[in-house]
């Protein structure tokens, strides 16, 4: 095993989808047992902009359960929640001070986020990649699994930990975003209106605990068109999106036929999306049933939960000794 260290975190704001399995939890999983693995459920995170707290304690149970439903060995990885690590929120305090607000302000997840509630742009949703980066650097993290939205966060990280290594002294890496392929992953919307989100429309989203018919029914709505008329045209994103899924959870075979169908300006969208829709369901299936399973035993999540913690404060906690002792 490679003693490099892997962090990565989904916030507890809903159901897991396609994006999520695809931009991050396929290579947590790749990455476990090759790397040292501290994967947790971004529940701070999630105040941001749920700021009902009510159910999150709930939620976090419920990711940490699609977690390891996914192929998550708790044995080989930390799972924890990030409200259970005090050494993040300190750390967090000491990067907002290297932070300014202009390049805060100017971060795109925080422009949309504004855009998108208005009466409640609180610090938090301001200063979110400062805690994102605490997250990340309390471990000295050297690669992030993350979808291509996270991208610029990850460079916010890395400004921040430049900073404090030139202010303070050498102490952290500068993390870089990690996928197993050659480019990041973005799941389009099944509408093609934007990325495949927790919170937006909820019938273009496929979660990982849809069922088989509510599967079917969402890929048969998928958002198509006429087809090409010019043999090889480039294809509009919502049509390339739909080719993408048919890669990742179809056999190479179906993929190339309806790639040739495509070119040749002879593709039947309907038989695709058959197609489509039978392998998502094969495949999301024993996700679903593992998840079911998992809730139930409550007792074993917060076992994992507790282990995880103690994995992660022991760790954390040398982290924030020595950005102690250079800071004051
Ligand atoms: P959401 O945006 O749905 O609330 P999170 O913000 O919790 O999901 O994201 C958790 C992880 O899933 C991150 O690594 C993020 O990059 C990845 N991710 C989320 N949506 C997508 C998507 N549509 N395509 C690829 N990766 C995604
Ligand atoms: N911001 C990430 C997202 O929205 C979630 C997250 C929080 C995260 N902290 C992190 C991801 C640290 C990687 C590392 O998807």
Redesign the pocket.
Known sequence: MKNEIVV????S??NL????Y???MQNYVKMQGHYECYFFV?DYHSLTTHPDAKELKNNVYKVLAENIACGLDPEKVTLYAQSDIPEIPELYLMLNMLAYKGELEKTASFKEKARAQPDNINAGLLTYPTLMSADILIHKGKYV??????EQHLEMARNFAQRFNYRYGETFPEPIAFNFGTSL?????LDGQG?????ENENATIYLNDSDELILKKIKKAKTDQGPTQPNSPMPDYIENLFLLMKLVSHEDKYLKYLNDYNQCNIRYGDMKNDLGNDMVQFIKPIREKTIELKQDETYIKSVLKIGQEKARTNASKTIQEARKKWV
């Open positions: 990565s975190g989904i916030r704001t809903g989808h396609l994006g999520n695809f931009g991050a971004a699994p993350v979808g291509k939205d996270q992953v973005k799941i389009q919307s990325k495949m989100s927790k919170s």
